[in-house]
């Protein structure tokens, strides 16, 4: 394994201005979609780095598709914390929000807001996203009041999909979309500066959009939202569990990485790796000399004796 530090590139660089709330907002005002995708660990945060992304989500689905976990509900604040030093490495100018793992905002106001700092503190994060509706409302209030920033999230919520009966579309009829349009409002005025809708109708989507002043961030939800949210492994052909119908993949990294294993150890048995020429360091023949004198002299025979 290299340990020398990655090469810089000769290109003159890219340099874009850091993501800051002023410029999220200014985005939804002009009407240029916001870009946002999850991240897990060094190399996907210099992925959102290097690639155009506004905000970058350390999401609590680093327990699946990272920790092998299977629900989101597993994953404890010090794995996240973890797993958001590493991100918070490779993104410096995407906006760096993390998810509150199951459990860390429902003991009360003031062991959130220490569940929220540790976040910030130790973890290098700059916001915190919590879902659910009017009940997380006081909490959100009093994070924004310590200066504390806080993305919503409202329609699927994955944390209670045990309450919800699996991972089901939210909002499809009358009721339960003024529900969420209703949420929407709360949360918004209780002080989040930008909510996710998922996995709900795109009209249902779109209307809440045009409602409120702060930016709408969709996964599942169509295209009227202010912007998009993905999972890094679903985007990138990483994920091999269930695609969701809301999922398109950009590339195809799990295919391509699997062949890759696979050829590799196939290389390694045939004895086809590493080339002795190639891939191999040599030794001056006069040296080489020199160290079998030495062996020999030393009464060392080839069997180790």
């Known amino acids: 394994m290299s340990v020398r530090p990655e090469e810089k590139s000769n290109a003159a660089p890219i340099t874009r201005k850091k993501v800051t709330l002023q410029r999220l907002h200014a985005l939804k005002e002009e009407r240029i979609p916001i870009t946002v995708i999850t991240a897990y660990d060094y190399p996907t945060g210099l992925r959102s780095e290097k690639n155009d992304i506004d905000i970058c989500l350390v999401g609590d689905s680093l327990a699946q598709v990272a920790l092998g976990y299977d629900s989101t509900t597993r994953l404890t604040l010090d794995e996240m914390i973890h797993h958001c030093k ?23 106001v003031d062991a959130t807001v220490r569940n929220a700092v540790r976040l910030v503190q130790e973890g290098g994060v700059e916001a915190v996203k919590m879902e659910g509706g009017p009940e997380i409302a006081d909490i959100i209030s009093r994070l924004t009041s310590l200066g504390i920033p806080v993305m919503s999230h409202v329609g699927l919520l994955p944390q209670r999909h045990t309450a919800l009966s699996g991972y089901r579309v939210q909002g499809r009829d009358a009721l339960t979309a003024y529900s969420v349009f209703k949420s929407a409002k709360v949360l918004q005025d209780a002080g989040s500066f930008a909510i996710v809708l998922e996995a709900i109708p795109h009209q249902l989507a779109g209307y809440i959009t045009q409602a409120l002043r702060i930016p709408t961030i969709g996964i599942g939800a169509g ?40 050829s590799y150890a196939a290389a390694v048995r045939s004895g086809q790796f590493p080339d002795v020429v190639g891939e191999s360091y040599g030794m001056d023949a006069g040296q080489w000399q020199e160290f079998q004198n030495l062996v020999e002299s030393a009464g060392i025979t080839p069997n180790g004796s």
Do not use: I, N
């Open 86 to 108: 590493a991100v918070s490495r490779g993104a410096k100018t995407p906006f760096l929000v993390a998810d509150m793992p199951f459990g860390t905002y429902h003991g009360g």
């Open 223 to 262: 295209p009227a939202c202010s912007g998009q949210v993905l999972v890094h492994d679903d985007a990138v052909g990483v994920w091999s569990g269930h695609k969701a119908k809301f999922v398109r993949r950009f590339a195809e990294v799990g295919k391509g990485a699997g062949e890759g294993v696979a």
